[in-house]
C-alpha cells in the first residue's frame, strides 16, 4: 500500500466544526520544546534525534516499543532542582516515578536524595550505592519486614502514615537497638486540582492522619513519648500534576499551625517541613509548568512567611520531584501497524505497545503529544488515535492528536514526556514483554532496563 492509498479520518475542516478540538498546529513536523527532552531535534532529514542519535538508529538496535531518556537532560533537571533550593533544603527524588540503578547513580552523583516507598525500592537504591541517610521510606501501608530492613539499613528518616505505624516502627526500632529518625505525614484538608486518583490531601482518601478533629495533634504526642522515635517533622503532599501553587500556600500555612501547637504544648519546635512534590510538567502545548527557580522561591516565600506569622523558626524545607525530574526527558519510541479510518470520525492509528507500556490513559484520563519521528511529511493533518494492541476498547495511548494523513505502516512515531510512571506502573497485560528503558547522551545509546523476554516471563510461571 502507498502512503496515500488508505481513506482517513476528518482533515482540518471536519475537526474545526465539531467544536471539540482545537485547530492542529500549522506544522506537525515542528517539536514543541515545551513537551520533548532537552537534545530532542530533527536532523536533515527530518528524522528525530536524541542525545546525538537518531531513532531510526535505536529502533534498529533496541527495536520498539523502547522508553528512550535523555541522561543529560535527566541530569540538567536534577541539578536545577538542587541549585534551586540550595544548601539550607534538600531535595528528595520521589523514585515512585521511575527508578533503576543508573538512575540511583546519577541521582547520588548530582547530590538528590531519594524517596522511597517499598522494599523494592529500598534494595534498588541501597544495591546502587545511595548511602542509607539520604534515603527517606514512605508508604502507607509498609510491612514489618520492610521497615526492619529500613531501620537495619540506616535510612535517614521513615515516614509515619497511621498509628499503628506508630507503634509498629517504634517497637522495631527498640528490638533493633536504634532512635529512628522519623516525619508524620498529615492530610491537611487541600483540595488540589488535579485529577481524583491523584489528589492526596483532603480526607477522604488512604494516605496519612488527618489535621481536622485534631489526630494529627494526638499521632505527634504518641510519637514524642517513644525513645526509640525522634520526631524531625512534619510531611504534606496535597497531589500531583499541579500547577497552582495556591494549594501549597494553604497546606504551608495548616503545617505552620501545627508546629505552633506543637511548641506551645510541648515546648518543642521541630526542625524541618516535607511539602511533597507533585510538581506539573507539560504533556501539551497547553500545559505551562514552572520552572525550579520558581517553585523553590515560592514555596520557601510562603513557609518563611508563614513561620514568621507564628513567631517560628523557619524550618528546613524538603520537596520530592519524581515526575517533574524525570518525566520530560524520556519518549516512547513505537512503531505503526494497523491503521483503520473510521469515516467522519477519526483514524486509529495502532502501535505495537499501548496500556502495558503506558497505563495513565486509561488510568487517569491523561492527556499527551505524538509525533511522526522517521520522517518529515507535507501531508494534511488528520484527527487520531493512537491505541495499542491489547484486547481492550480502553487501550488507548493518545485519545486525540493531529498526525498526517500519510501515516503509513512501519513508520515510526514518538510520544514525549513518558519518563514518569510509564516503566513504573508498566504490565504484562496479554503476556506483552515490557519494554527496555534506553539512556542516550553524547552520540551514544545504553540499555539501563533491558527488555523483557519470554523467558523471563516463562521462569516465574511454576506450575
Not at 541517610?133 to 520492610?146: P, Q, V, Y
Not at 501531508?379 to 500519510?406: Q, T, Y
Request: charged share 25%; proline share 5%; with cysteine.
Amino acid at each position: 500500500m502507498s502512503r496515500s492509498a488508505h481513506p482517513a479520518g476528518p482533515r482540518h475542516a471536519d475537526v474545526l466544526t465539531e467544536g471539540h478540538y482545537s485547530a492542529p498546529p500549522a506544522d506537525l513536523n515542528t517539536l514543541d520544546p515545551k513537551v520533548w527532552a532537552q537534545t530532542v531535534t530533527r536532523d536533515e532529514d527530518g528524522v528525530l534525534t536524541v542525545g546525538g542519535i537518531d531513532v531510526k538508529t535505536l529502533a534498529e538496535e533496541h527495536g520498539t516499543p523502547a522508553y528512550v531518556l535523555d541522561e543529560a537532560d535527566f541530569r540538567e533537571r536534577a541539578r536545577a532542582w538542587r541549585t534551586a533550593f540550595g544548601a539550607d533544603a534538600d531535595v528528595f527524588y520521589a523514585g515512585k516515578a521511575f527508578l533503576s540503578r543508573a538512575v540511583v547513580r546519577w541521582l547520588h552523583e548530582e547530590g538528590l536524595n531519594l524517596d522511597v516507598c517499598s522494599g523494592g525500592e529500598l534494595a534498588t537504591a541501597l544495591s546502587a550505592g545511595m548511602p542509607a541517610d539520604r534515603i527517606a521510606f514512605h508508604g502507607n501501608n509498609k510491612s514489618k519486614d520492610e521497615i526492619r530492613r529500613a531501620i537495619e539499613a540506616g535510612v535517614g528518616r521513615i515516614v509515619l502514615d497511621s498509628f499503628q505505624e506508630i507503634v509498629r516502627v517504634a517497637h522495631i526500632a527498640q528490638s533493633e537497638g536504634k532512635r529512628q529518625r522519623v516525619q508524620i505525614r498529615i492530610t491537611v484538608g487541600v483540595e488540589a486540582h488535579t485529577h481524583e486518583f491523584i489528589a492526596t490531601a483532603h480526607e477522604d482518601q488512604k494516605f496519612g492522619i488527618p489535621l481536622a478533629g485534631g489526630q494529627a495533634a494526638e499521632a505527634v504526642r504518641r510519637a514524642l513519648q517513644l525513645d526509640s522515635l525522634e520526631l524531625i517533622g512534619i510531611h504534606s503532599h496535597i497531589g500531583s500534576q499541579i500547577f497552582d501553587m495556591s494549594g501549597f500556600e494553604v497546606a504551608a500555612h495548616r503545617v505552620v499551625g501545627l508546629l505552633k501547637d506543637i511548641r506551645d504544648e510541648h515546648g518543642v519546635e521541630l526542625p524541618e517541613i516535607d511539602l511533597g512534590g507533585g510538581l506539573g510538567i507539560a504533556y501539551t502545548s497547553d500545559d505551562d509548568p514552572r520552572e525550579p527557580h520558581e517553585i523553590a522561591k515560592a514555596l520557601t516565600e510562603i513557609v518563611t512567611r508563614e513561620c514568621e506569622s507564628a513567631k517560628l523558626r523557619t524550618p528546613r524545607i524538603s520537596v520530592e520531584p519524581g515526575r517533574a525530574i524525570v518525566g520530560p526527558t524520556a519518549f516512547t519510541l513505537y512503531e505503526v501497524g494497523t491503521i483503520k479510518p473510521l469515516d467522519g470520525l477519526r483514524t486509529y492509528v495502532s502501535v505495537d505497545g499501548g496500556m502495558s507500556d503506558n497505563i495513565r490513559t486509561a488510568l487517569y484520563d491523561a492527556e499527551y503529544s505524538v509525533a511522526l519521528v522517521s520522517r518529515t511529511s507535507d501531508a494534511e493533518p488528520m484527527l487520531a488515535r493512537v491505541v495499542g494492541k491489547h484486547c481492550e476498547s480502553g487501550d488507548i495511548v493518545v485519545k486525540d492528536a493531529f498526525l498526517p494523513a500519510d501515516i503509513a505502516p512501519g513508520d515510526l512515531i514518538a510520544v514525549p514526556a513518558t519518563g514518569a510512571y510509564c516503566r513504573s506502573m508498566a504490565s504484562n497485560y496479554n503476556h506483552v514483554l515490557r519494554p527496555p528503558v534506553v539512556a542516550v547522551r553524547d552520540g551514544e545509546s545504553r540499555v539501563i532496563v533491558r527488555r523483557e523476554t519470554e523467558e523471563d516471563l516463562l521462569r516465574l510461571d511454576v506450575g
